[in-house]
């Protein structure tokens, strides 16, 4: 399978090693090249994109805010000359972050990782009404499949989240927004600023604190009923 490619990049020395690394990896195909993030929309528009090398320090608008408002499915590697950038950008979910100059040995291990994710992507073709039981997540730079019924709680902490499971935590490099909007409703709920919940793992509930074994989380007084509505539902017992 091929994984369809640009560069978006304002300095063409640095394009020119891209494409040639690009070259040498036979499941790559570069797509289009752009000077910045504005001349490259047309390149996704038209195409199906598959993974992006983007840089940071650009003309008209940089890769932060073009990742802030970019609406794709395609990874994204940064290549960039600055290493200030990369909590932002992991917090905005790229998928490797790559300091000029660029290794060729670090930059088909990024590549590796996209090849990896799009055969993912290509195994769950077809399972779209299946009911899901999982999820991906980076983290110390491997993906690891993280089952629902796993996970405990979500913390938010700074720029990631920490994900608790009976076994171990993981820090993720995700915002507390996203990671709320992509768990099934059903069986997580936002229960604090700070706290998402696996519903089925509350024990107890007593005052504003949830008992979910082996750890105590406190209900933040503004979702208080609304939570406990939702985690008691038809479920209570009637005198």
């Known amino acids: 399978m091929k994984l369809?490619?640009?560069i978006i990049d304002d300095e063409p020395i640095a394009r020119k090693i891209l494409q040639e690394f690009i070259e040498e990896i036979d499941y790559l195909e570069l797509t289009g090249e752009a000077e910045n993030p504005v001349k490259a929309m047309s390149l996704l528009n038209n195409n199906d994109i598959d993974l992006i090398f983007l840089d940071i320090n650009m003309p008209k608008i940089n890769g932060i805010d073009f990742l802030k408002n970019i609406k794709t499915s395609?990874?994204?590697?940064?290549?960039?000359?600055?290493?200030?950038?990369?909590?932002?950008?992991?917090?905005?979910?790229v998928l490797d972050y790559l300091v000029k100059p660029i290794a060729f040995d670090r930059f088909l291990k990024a590549c590796n990782k996209a090849k990896e994710m799009g055969a993912l992507r290509k195994n769950n073709v077809g399972r779209q009404n299946k009911p899901d039981d999982h999820f991906f997540i980076k983290c110390n730079n491997q993906i690891e499949k993280v089952f629902y019924d796993d996970l405990l709680y979500a913390e938010a902490m700074l720029n990631y989240v920490m994900l608790y499971t009976n076994s171990k935590k993981m820090m993720v490099y995700v915002t507390m927004k996203n990671l709320e909007d992509q768990l099934p409703a059903g069986i997580f709920i936002k229960v604090h600023k700070s706290f998402i919940v696996n519903k089925t793992k509350i024990k107890s509930i007593e005052g504003n604190i949830l008992d979910i074994g082996i750890e105590k989380i406190t209900i933040s007084q503004n979702l208080k009923e609304k939570v406990i509505a939702e985690i008691v539902k038809d479920k209570?017992?009637?005198r």
């Not at 990369?86 to 917090?91: E, K, L, M, P, R």
């Open 4 to 6: 369809k490619c640009i």
């Open 74 to 93: 395609a990874n994204i590697i940064v290549t960039t000359a600055y290493a200030e950038y990369a909590v932002d950008a992991y917090g905005l979910d």
């Open 236 to 238: 209570m017992i009637k």
